[in-house]
Nanobody, 120 residues
Framework: QVQLVESGGGLVQPGGSLRLSCAAAGRVFSINAMGWYRQAPGKQRELVATITREGIANAVDSVKGRFTISRDNAKNTVYLQMNSLKPDDTAVYYC??????????????WGQGTQVTVSS
C-alpha cells in the first residue's frame, strides 16, 4: 500500500509565501517523476511543475520565477516553494508521483490535495 501525504497549505495574503510538502509512505522501492497540479473552483486540474528523479525541473509559465519544485529522494518527498503568491493561485494543490513498489510494478499516484487560499 502506497500513499502520498501532503501538507503545508493554508491561507496567505497576496505577495506571501507557502511551502507544500508531499511524502510517499508505504511500500516504496523508488520514485520516478514527481509533480504538483492544482484545481481552482470551476476549472480543470492543471499542471504546475514537475521534477525528474535526477532533479530536472519544469514549471508552467504562470508560476515561473515564483514557484520552485524540489525533491529529497532519501525522504521520498517533493516540495513546492511558492513565493509572490497571487489570488489567481488559489486552488487545491495535488501531489503526483510515478512510484515503483518492491515487486517492481510502476503506478501513478495522487495525493489527497491541500487547499491554498491567497486573499487579503
Amino acid at each position: 500500500q502506497v500513499q502520498l501525504v501532503e501538507s503545508g497549505g493554508g491561507l496567505v495574503q497576496p505577495g506571501g509565501s507557502l511551502r507544500l510538502s508531499c511524502a510517499a509512505a508505504g511500500r516504496v522501492f523508488s520514485i520516478n517523476a514527481m509533480g504538483w497540479y492544482r484545481q481552482a473552483p470551476g476549472k480543470q486540474r492543471e499542471l504546475v511543475a514537475t521534477i525528474t528523479r535526477e532533479g530536472i525541473a519544469n514549471a508552467v509559465d504562470s508560476v515561473k520565477g515564483r514557484f520552485t519544485i524540489s525533491r529529497d529522494n532519501a525522504k521520498n518527498t517533493v516540495y513546492l516553494q511558492m513565493n509572490s503568491l497571487k489570488p489567481d493561485d488559489t486552488a487545491v494543490y495535488y501531489c503526483n508521483a510515478d512510484i515503483v513498489t518492491p515487486n517492481l510494478w510502476s503506478r501513478n499516484y495522487w495525493g489527497q490535495g491541500t487547499q491554498v487560499t491567497v486573499s487579503s
